[in-house]
């Protein structure tokens, strides 16, 4: 057991099925955003907080000096005030100029900031997540989350930090004027407030409703688009382009349905708004004129609370809207948590050390494991590999040959029993550790969209341009790499598909030459090569071998023959172990395989003197 309590089954793992987005409130997202992401940066966002500030003051300024023009102006024909009082409203309007500026770009970056900083969050987990969390959840759930959401909350965090500081400030800042200078028209103004923030909250659960099933489309869409574009071979061989493009368009437009209703629930915040404030501002007038003619109340003083009640509904109105926005940034900001949230069930125990490898003796010591659907797939399986030594594990499709593999590595753990490298639980030393003494050579090799050498080198980046030429040779790549026109630095495409498979495979050998791991993994590294690209790189895979401990899946002659010891495996057990002629001899499991699945094989290689 490790120290998070893995169980084997590996849908156990803390319960995530798949990436569920709890409902959690605005407050606590927005309060996590703060803390964990904001936090770090808080010298910009004081800065931010400042010119918010100072932007929202001179606005409530304004109205004041309305009132001044009105009173001292125009009623009581001071000429100094004259003077004095555009350089004021120059000054004031400066300042709220240069406020907003500052406001607009230190707000600009820290949305992007949050951004940067929720999309490398995501990344980390995916690297460190356990594999089968990640083969579970689509990969568009993932791409949405790092284009779709990110960007929904990198405009809602722009606009809406704004929003909520600078304008709810400047509805504080007028307010205040309007309650100083008239707090009977103040009330008047403010009393549709309530009615206002009730129908605003009904409208954000709706959007956060409709927000959250468009982002769910937009990821089924992102999906669709990976897997058509993967498989559009098979599409097109079995003419179902119609289908997958109805299928496409029934996604789109669910998009395009949900997107609707956001639109509609967002554009219904502005009739309200617009009437409340409509009704606020007559009724002001109205009581305003009423006192003017038979009250006394002067000209300035109803000019400065008008334009205070004027200039107090922009604001408001951003606010209404800003709702809308930060809904559909909340529900995003979710989805995004639920990925950075993730933890991982293959973890290391806390102050683990490294593996120490001595002499690599590999024990799978009465291993147990079941993938998530909770059938057995490894039973007892007990093996031991001697240092040096090298196994080819052979049976039928499904009986569990790539799931050892996949345990050796520590992609996954054992629900019983216990997996040892020279002696060491491989639960109890650094994942680091267990990974960097294998390497792994599968049947369809992973090449990334880089230049040779890059991916000759991948996990020994610091290795010389002579020791990656040293490794190429010795896996038969040399020569084919140097007949490219810009050799080692050419670019292989996307999953290498610039190159043959064999050649594929050989830059993958000169990989796994260069890291120079004690263990080798094979899953039958040539099987998915033809006679004349195998036989190029048999020379280079048993360079690759010698003195290592190997342990292979196999499913030709050519394979098996390698083995120190075969073991033949049957429904997550080994059956029979021995060597080829042990086994022949035996007459059972082995010897059926032989005569059925490789007897074609075995002229050719008595051909070949092996
Ligand atoms: N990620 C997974 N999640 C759930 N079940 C899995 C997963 N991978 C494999 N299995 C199941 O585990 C069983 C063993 O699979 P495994 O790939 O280890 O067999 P194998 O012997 O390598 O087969 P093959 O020779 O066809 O590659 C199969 O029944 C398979 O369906």
């Not at 915040?269 to 007038?285: D, K």
Request: hydrophobic share 45%.
């Amino acid at each position: 057991m490790t120290q998070s309590g893995s169980s084997g089954q590996v849908s156990r793992d803390g319960g995530t099925d798949t990436l569920t987005v709890e409902d959690i409130s605005a407050y606590a997202v927005m309060r996590r955003l703060l803390v964990d992401i904001l936090w770090p940066h808080r010298r910009v966002l004081f800065v931010a907080l400042i010119s918010m500030v100072v932007g929202a003051a001179t606005s409530g300024a304004v109205p004041f000096l309305i009132q001044v023009v009105a009173d001292e102006v125009f009623v009581a024909k001071n000429e100094t005030l004259l003077y004095l009082l555009p350089v004021a409203i120059i000054l004031v309007m400066g300042v709220r100029g240069v406020a907003d500026w500052t406001s607009k770009v230190t707000d600009a970056w820290l949305g992007n900031k949050v951004v940067s900083e929720l999309r490398i969050r995501m990344f980390e987990t995916l690297t460190k997540a356990d594999l089968a969390w990640v083969e579970r959840t689509h990969s568009g759930r993932f791409v949405s989350a790092f284009v779709n959401d990110a960007d929904i909350v990198q405009r809602a965090a722009a606009k809406t930090m704004t929003a909520l500081v600078k304008d709810s400030l400047t509805v504080f800042f007028l307010t205040a004027s309007m309650f100083y200078m008239d707090w009977r028209l103040a009330l008047l103004v403010c009393a549709g407030m309530p009615f206002a923030y009730l129908y605003l909250t009904r409208q954000r659960k709706r959007i956060s409703g409709s927000v959250r099933r468009s982002l769910k489309e937009a990821g089924d869409l992102g999906s669709m688009l990976t897997q058509t574009l993967q498989s559009l071979r098979v599409v097109k061989a079995y003419r179902q382009e119609q289908r997958e493009a109805e299928r496409f368009r029934t996604i789109v437009d669910n998009i395009v349905r949900y997107l609707m209703k956001t639109a509609r629930s967002r554009a219904a915040v502005g009739p309200v708004t617009e009437t409340l404030s409509g009704v606020g501002i007559a009724a002001a007038i109205f009581y305003g004129g009423w006192q003017g003619i038979y009250g006394n109340v002067s000209l300035g003083h109803f000019a400065g609370f008008l334009t205070a009640a004027m200039l107090t509904y922009p604001p408001m109105r951003t606010l209404a809207q800003t709702q809308a926005q930060l809904s559909e940034g909340v529900t995003a900001a979710s989805r995004i948590f639920a990925v950075i949230d993730h933890s991982a069930i293959v973890a290391e125990k806390p102050g683990a050390e490294p593996l120490n490898v001595r002499e690599a003796r590999i024990r799978f010591e009465h291993v147990d494991f079941s993938y998530d659907n909770g059938t057995p797939v490894l039973r007892d399986f007990d093996l031991s590999i001697e240092p040096g030594q090298k196994v080819a594990l052979v049976g039928p499709s499904g009986a569990g040959k790539s799931t050892v593999l996949n345990l050796a590595l520590r992609f996954f753990d054992p629900s019983g029993g216990r997996i040892l490298i020279d002696g060491q639980d491989i639960r109890d030393v650094t994942l680091p550790s267990v990974r960097g003494a294998s390497a792994l050579l599968t049947q369809d090799p992973v090449l990334f969209d880089e230049t040779i050498r890059t991916n000759i080198a991948y996990g020994s980046e610091e290795a010389s341009q002579e020791k990656i030429i040293e490794a190429a040779k010795a896996a038969a790549a040399h020569d084919f790499i140097s007949r490219l026109p810009n050799g080692y630095e050419t670019h292989v495409g996307e999953a290498g598909g610039r190159l043959s498979g064999g050649e594929r495979q050989r830059v993958a050998f000169a990989r796994a030459m260069l890291r120079d791991a004690p263990i080798l993994l094979l899953d039958e590294p040539t099987s998915a090569l033809d006679a004349e690209a195998e036989a190029k790189v048999q020379t280079a895979l048993d360079g690759l071998l010698k003195g290592r401990t190997v342990l292979m899946i196999a499913h030709r002659l050519s394979t098996v023959k390698r083995a120190d010891l075969i073991c033949v495996m049957v429904e997550g057990r080994i059956v029979e172990r021995g060597s080829h002629h042990e086994l022949i001899a035996k007459n059972g499991a082995y010897a059926r395989m032989f005569h059925t699945q490789f007897v074609g094989e075995a002229p050719a290689l008595a051909a070949a003197g092996r």
